[in-house]
């Protein structure tokens, strides 16, 4: 989990720079009329180059040692989505689900196609070493070790530092960190249409060709005319309960506030199968709320209205409302 506990003031201050910074960057696009959209891409791939984050460079990695990336975007003015799994060779895995999303009719595609796919689009490649870390390369060790498993070679050469990234990462991590990372992104533009982004390395040491909730429709994220959502935390839970897509359903219904919607599902009915984990939930109307049920989840939010804010422990409020709102939670 993440608790003030396993955390170093060091990385408490990381975070929340790294989350300032992605809020801002989503806020100028927003801010210069661009589209909820163009925001959540422009704020994922930021994140996605942050090895801060599970997702892009400093994502986690597979009991072989690689990074195996997926993502996924949706237009809640449109029901259109991409969505991409086991991406290995391009840089921003979440301007790939978009490309997926928008110069073809499918909406997932998997593995080696999609980088192919990427590679024709013109999407910038790199090797897949590109995206490991010594700090992601020491959790997956850990994580390989408890299990009893074999420990693949040790590339040379590992830093934790990637070029565009101001804020550096800590070369000290927590356990914890093996599970947690995931970047999700919601945001609302000046039109009133809302969008969605999910974007990860998923979980570390995960084996056969693991794919999570993050990049699944309707269960990682969704948006509608309504409502946005990204989730995070371990996916097979998400994926048995289709809970982006219930708390849209749910925040639907008379009477029911965005909040009681998103706690009906991470509160209730997440919590009753046992799963953890958290989301993000935005509707037409501007109004951020997350819901979680383990100690911390990073999160930040900001709006026309409402200067920006971050957190990251269970017991930091910040909900806004604006009519340009937007929030973003590398969870």
Not at 24 to 43: C, K, M
Not at 143 to 149: A, N, P, T, W
Not at 155 to 164: C, K, N, Q
């Amino acid at each position: 989990m993440i608790s003030r506990s396993s955390m170093t003031p060091e990385r408490d201050a990381a975070y929340r720079a790294a989350l300032n910074a992605a809020l801002a960057t989503g806020q100028a696009v927003l801010a210069g009329g661009g589209s909820a959209l163009d925001a959540v891409e422009a704020t994922a791939r930021v994140m996605e180059d942050n090895p801060l984050f599970n997702a892009g460079r400093g994502a986690a990695l597979s009991d072989d040692g690689s990074a195996t990336l997926d993502a996924a975007i949706m237009d809640g003015s449109t029901l259109k989505a991409g969505a991409v799994a086991g991406v290995t060779t391009t840089r921003h895995p979440i301007s790939l689900a978009r490309r997926v999303m928008e110069a073809t009719r499918h909406v997932f595609l998997i593995g080696a196609g999609a980088d192919v796919f990427a590679r024709e689009q013109g999407l910038e490649q790199v090797p897949n070493s590109w995206f490991i870390t010594a700090r992601r390369w020491g959790i997956l060790e850990e994580v390989l070790r408890e299990d009893g498993r074999p420990i693949p070679p040790r590339p040379s050469g590992l830093t934790d530092e990637a070029p565009s990234v101001s804020v550096q990462v800590p070369v000290s991590h927590s356990p914890d960190e093996a599970r947690f990372g995931t970047i999700g992104v919601v945001a609302r533009d000046r039109a009133g249409n809302l969008a969605a982004a999910t974007t990860t390395g998923g979980l570390t040491g995960e084996r056969w060709g693991r794919v999570g909730d993050a990049p699944v429709i309707g269960a990682g994220t969704y948006a509608d005319a309504g409502c946005a959502v990204s989730a995070t935390g371990t996916g097979e839970y998400f994926l048995r309960l289709v809970i982006a897509r219930m708390i849209c359903v749910h925040a639907g219904e008379p009477g029911t506030s965005l909040q009681a919607a998103a706690d009906r599902m991470i509160k209730g009915d997440l919590t009753r199968i046992g799963g953890d984990g958290g989301v993000i939930v935005m509707n037409d109307r501007g109004e951020a709320v997350f819901s979680l049920n383990t100690e911390g989840m990073y999160r930040g939010t900001v709006s026309s209205l409402s200067p920006a804010r971050v957190m990251i422990y269970a017991d930091e409020g910040g909900n806004v409302d604006g009519p340009v709102a937007r929030a973003a939670a590398p969870h």
